[in-house]
Antibody
Framework: QITLKESGPTLVKPTQTLTLTCTFS??????????VGWIRQPPGKALEWLAL???????RYSPSLKSRLTITKDTSKNQVVLTMTNMDPVDTATYYC???????????????WGQGTLVTVSS | EIVLTQSPGTLSLSPGERATLSCRAS???????LAWYQQKPGQAPRLLIY???SRATGIPDRFSGSGSGTDFTLTISRLEPEDFAVYYC?????????FGQGTKLEIK
């Protein structure tokens, strides 16, 4: 049974750095083809993919946010950490982490999601 | 970056009716990497369809996906009360992952 859970601050100030942790169980991030991604959703708006880290430590970032994002993993702790610098009120959103299974034969989707954590950016 | 445009923005239908949701890509998408999700208020998205037409585990057969290239469709054959929600398409490509802006399926 795969589960994921996000944790981190619920409130950050503008210009601060946000650090979110995804703690997961039911799979290993050392298994070939597996990845864990971060997706966010501003209130009342659409989903936006942010970053993804693969089993082999390869990393991918949203082109529009790449300069502000860093994703890392701790395989021994079953955790993935996302940092986002220079936070702004427009970054207020629910942040989700999600499991991405192997790419082949049919892949590139997120089949298990955490419950999400709402982060508000305000002074 | 591939942009996914979903239409309509809002679809008003009654239970028992057929729903057809569209997802159009700004450039060709591999069918292997096109997925659909359902999201209800206060909940995380739920995977419905992957590989453009394969149903995820536990998804009822009234949900079906089709399409290729730049045009994809999610069809719900007979709407049940629990199907009223927001639906998103998503693709994976060389520049990463993108989601559509969503279609809200509401009760008429």
């Amino acid at each position: 049974q795969i589960t994921l859970k996000e944790s981190g601050p619920t409130l950050v100030k503008p210009t601060q750095t946000l650090t979110l942790t995804c703690t997961f169980s039911g799979f290993s991030l050392s298994t070939s083809g597996v990845g864990v991604g971060w997706i966010r959703q501003p209130p009342g708006k659409a989903l936006e993919w942010l970053a993804l880290i693969y089993w082999d430590d390869d990393k991918r970032y949203s082109p529009s946010l790449k300069s502000r994002l860093t994703i890392t993993k701790d395989t021994s702790k079953n955790q993935v950490v996302l940092t986002m610098t220079n936070m702004d009120p427009v970054d207020t959103a629910t942040y989700y982490c999600a499991h991405r299974g192997p790419l082949l034969p049919l892949g590139g989707y997120f089949d298990y999601w955490g419950q999400g954590t709402l982060v508000t950016v305000s002074s | 970056e591939i942009v996914l445009t979903q239409s309509p923005g809002t679809l008003s239908l009654s239970p028992g009716e057929r729903a057809t949701l569209s997802c159009r890509a700004s450039q060709s998408v591999s069918s292997s990497y096109l997925a659909w999700y359902q999201q209800k208020p206060g909940q995380a998205p739920r995977l419905l369809i992957y590989g453009a037409s394969s149903r995820a585990t536990g998804i009822p057969d009234r949900f079906s996906g089709s399409g290729s290239g730049t045009d994809f469709t999610l069809t719900i054959s007979r709407l049940e009360p629990e199907d009223f929600a927001v639906y998103y398409c998503q693709q994976y490509g060389s520049s990463g992952y993108t989601f559509g802006q969503g279609t809200k399926l509401e009760i008429k």
